[in-house]
């Protein structure tokens, strides 16, 4: 039986002069997107704007989270040409703040940390006024590969608990972890304290208000500046049903208790997603703010 979707999550179909152009750009230069790939609901509204957040190393995944649609399996080999391509792709777009994430990619040693730095430093050589925010996996815990991609110097760096300590073994690949994200944002703080780091939550998959509640928590004693919050979308029946659709007044509430907790920013709504952009036009004017004390 399919979903009957509250009113509040219903959402245009991609479309757009801009969404057509950015969609054959990534084609030709063969990059792939969360946007796309994921099938993020904010997609138009994002692309017609010019913001798009570029997957790299790949559209396949060693893992296989129950709530994700990038397809699992053996990826490709890395295309080392990535780096540069990804350079110039954003300055098509002429943004002024950049989120890259990648697939996890367990078949190789360090888990795509210098795929990572390098892109990074890409961009960075490029525009040095360019935010970069990575969307990191967990690099199996390893402090080693997570220091190349800090040393790279990113602006912010972001790494999802996905969801509550609870239900973590149901939703996502057992290779991932609670206490393993956890550690993962905290050792970039221990790496660098100039970092700004940032997670996100999805409800409506089975989580009580005080598991979420507690995961917060857990999230500032990591010492976690940014949240957000989202509705879990299920992208097809092979993955984990939707147990709630939480309501917008909850989210409201849910904003009320990160910000209260001391999160510096908390983006919390149906549609909200990892890479938000309200939530980047936030983080760029605190960064901006940071860098004339």
Not at 27 to 39: D, I, K, S, W
Not at 182 to 202: A, F, G, P, Q
């Amino acid at each position: 039986m399919q979903e009957i979707k509250p009113e509040w999550l219903t959402v245009s179909p991609p479309a757009g002069r801009k969404y057509s152009e950015l969609k054959e750009l990534f084609r030709v230069l063969n990059l792939h997107t969360v946007c796309e790939e994921a099938h993020c609901p904010n997609v138009s509204e994002c692309w017609n704007s010019g913001t798009a957040t570029l997957m790299l190393m790949g559209d396949t995944c060693t893992r296989a989270c129950r709530f994700c649609m990038v397809t699992p399996g053996k990826p490709e080999p890395l295309d080392n040409l990535e780096p540069q391509k990804v350079s110039i792709a954003l300055s098509y777009l002429g943004l002024k703040y950049v989120v890259l994430t990648s697939v996890d990619r367990d078949d190789i040693p360090d888990g795509g940390a210098s795929h990572f730095a390098k892109t990074i430093k890409e961009l960075k050589r490029r525009n040095k006024e360019l935010i970069v925010e990575v969307l990191i996996p967990d690099f199996q815990g390893e402090v080693d590969s997570l220091r190349t991609v800090v040393e790279a110097g990113p602006d912010v760096i972001s790494h999802n608990i996905e969801t509550t300590l609870s239900l973590t073994p149901k939703v996502r690949d057992p290779r991932a972890g609670y206490w393993q994200s956890l550690s993962v944002l905290r050792n970039v703080k221990k790496l660098s304290r100039r970092i700004y780091t940032k997670s996100s939550i999805m409800v409506g998959l089975g989580e009580t208000e005080e598991e979420v509640r507690l995961a917060m928590y857990h999230l500032r004693l990591a010492s976690v500046d940014f949240l957000t919050i989202g509705q879990y979308l299920r992208p097809s029946r092979r993955h984990l049903k939707v147990e709630e659709f939480v309501s917008p007044e909850k989210f409201e509430e849910y904003r009320k208790m990160g910000e209260e907790m001391g999160f510096l920013y908390v983006a919390s709504g149906p549609l909200v997603r990892s890479s938000y952009r309200a939530g980047e036009f936030f983080i760029s004017s605190v960064l901006r703010e940071a860098s004339l004390i």
